[in-house]
């Protein structure tokens, strides 16, 4: 079935970029989704790109697509310890319907 | 708007009990999903519902019903609750016939016991 892998932790300092990394497995899809989840919320959009870009830019965010490898990346510049959350990438599957994959945890250091 | 609401935040339920996760949507969206989200695995599709009166299954949607019988209203039942359900439960919703994304509730956690 159709997978979406992401690392599980990553740590930076702040004032560093952050580059959170994703694989997909569904080259059909469309869209791809960067999602945020602060502690004890829900999941918040951070940003998507169509199948056929290969970069979105907006503001801090910058997303890389690399249709080929089935790669997705989102970094984030001058991370800051807000930006400390958990990122999900997901892929739309049929309809509307989303894979997410299991969500890398950034942790930002002062 | 409220955008997508859940109730209850938090719930505590034994082995076999019954019991209805609540979520309710107040932007006319016609599809409305329930996700589950357990620690490493992301979030998997429960059930899903392209409209009232229309549901479908997602990946893993054993053990769970449910409804769509208005459209602003999706609950989620568990008919015999397992501790393999303890989980944190998320309902979304999003406009019909777009690939505008899902707006998500702030989730339901549940303990089984």
């Known amino acids: 079935g159709e997978d979406v892998e992401q690392s599980l932790f990553l740590s930076v300092r702040e004032g560093d970029s952050s580059v959170i990394n994703c694989t997909y497995t569904d080259s059909s899809s469309t869209y791809l989704y960067w999602y945020k989840q602060e502690p004890g919320a829900g999941l918040q959009l951070l940003t998507y790109?169509?199948?056929?870009?290969d970069m979105k830019q907006d503001q801090r965010l910058t997303v890389l697509l690399n249709k080929k490898d089935k790669h997705l990346s989102l970094r984030i510049a001058d991370t800051q310890t807000g930006d400390s959350a958990i990122y999900f990438c997901?892929?739309?599957?049929?309809?509307?319907?989303?894979?997410f994959g299991p969500g890398t945890r950034l942790s930002v250091l002062p | 708007n409220a955008g997508v609401t859940q109730t209850p935040k938090f719930q505590v339920l034994k082995t076999g009990q019954s019991m209805t996760l609540q979520c309710a949507q107040d932007?006319?969206?016609?599809?409305m999903s329930w996700y589950r989200q357990d620690p490493g695995m992301g979030l998997r599709l429960i059930h899903y519902?392209?409209?009232?009166?229309?549901?479908d299954q997602g990946e893993v949607p054993n053990g769970y019903n449910v409804s769509r019988s208005t459209t602003e209203d999706f609950p989620l039942r568990l008919l015999s609750a397992a501790p393999s359900q303890t989980s944190v439960y998320f309902c979304?919703?999003?406009?019909?016939?777009?690939?505008?994304?899902?707006?998500f509730g702030p989730g339901t956690r549940l303990l089984v016991l």
């Open positions: 997901a892929e739309e599957l049929y309809g509307q319907n989303f894979v």
């Open positions: 932007m006319n969206h016609e599809y």
């Open positions: 979304a919703s999003s406009p019909p016939g777009t690939k505008e994304t899902q707006y």
């Open positions: 790109i169509f199948s056929n870009m």
């Open positions: 519902s392209v409209g009232a009166g229309i549901t």
